[in-house]
């Protein structure tokens, strides 16, 4: 069975530092990995997108890495803003279109 | 560009009563239109796909007969909750697919909507 997990489930963090969330998976065959940011109350909004040969891909202050061997990926935030709290979901999608989500890491950014 | 939108952005109704909620690709051709739902902090779970001006492909456990889905044009597909209850309370997001995109599994969310069944 495909599956995403994503870990923490949900974290805290201050104002200006940093978070890496991570996403593992068992989707095969692998086609490419998103990471996605949904605010509460609204639709997923993509972040990223990596296939196979990628393992780094930067937006803004967003950086996702990958593994593909050992089926590893992350969502590095730099300098975390308080419009960063969110919930960032892993979502991979299989060589058959059909997308595995993960279930969202929660983020809250305090001042 | 990819502009997906939905209506109503939330909706309250009476137990029994049908709701229809409408996914629009403003600036694409979407081929294909899916319907997901999503609980309280769990993922979002796919209810159907469908394809402009054939029938919608239910996963399994959901109820077609529930779950109106209508794909009539390449920028319009609506849900319609039938007989709603209490436990249908969600929140419905739509995403659309248009041609002429290479990248396998692309999906342009919509902002979804929030339907609560009193």
């Known amino acids: 069975k495909n599956q995403v997990e994503q870990s923490p489930q949900s974290l805290i963090i201050l104002e200006g530092k940093n978070c890496t969330l991570q996403?593992?998976?068992?989707?095969?065959?692998?086609?490419?990995l998103r990471w996605y940011k949904q605010d509460t109350g609204r639709g997923p909004v993509s972040l990223t997108i990596?296939?196979?040969?990628?393992n780094t891909k930067s937006n803004g202050r967003y950086t996702a890495t990958l593994d593909a061997d050992t089926k590893q990926s992350s969502l590095h935030i730099t300098a975390s803003q308080l419009s960063d709290s969110a919930s960032y979901i892993c979502?991979?999608?299989?060589?058959?279109?059909?997308?595995?989500f993960g279930k969202g890491n929660q983020v809250v950014v305090i001042p | 560009g990819a502009v997906v939108s939905q209506h109503p952005s939330w909706v309250i109704c009476k137990s029994g009563t049908s709701v229809k909620i409408e996914c629009r690709s403003l600036?694409?051709?979407?081929?294909?239109m899916f319907w997901y739902r999503q609980f309280p902090k769990q993922s979002l779970m796919l209810m159907a796909t469908?394809?402009?001006?054939?029938?919608?492909?239910?996963e399994q456990g959901v109820e077609k007969d529930k779950f109106l889905i209508n794909h009539a044009s390449l920028t319009l597909s609506t849900l319609t909750v039938t007989s709603a209850h209490p436990e249908d309370s969600s929140f419905y997001i739509c995403?659309?697919?248009?041609?002429?995109?290479?990248?396998?599994?692309?999906?342009?969310f919509g902002p979804g909507t929030r339907l609560t069944v009193l």
């Open positions: 979502v991979v999608s299989a060589g058959n279109n059909r997308l595995a």
């Open positions: 990596m296939t196979f040969s990628e």
């Open positions: 996403c593992n998976y068992t989707v095969s065959p692998f086609s490419n």
């Open positions: 995403s659309a697919r248009g041609t002429g995109t290479s990248i396998v599994g692309t999906q342009y």
């Open positions: 600036d694409f051709q979407a081929t294909t």
């Open positions: 469908s394809n402009e001006g054939s029938k919608a492909t239910y």
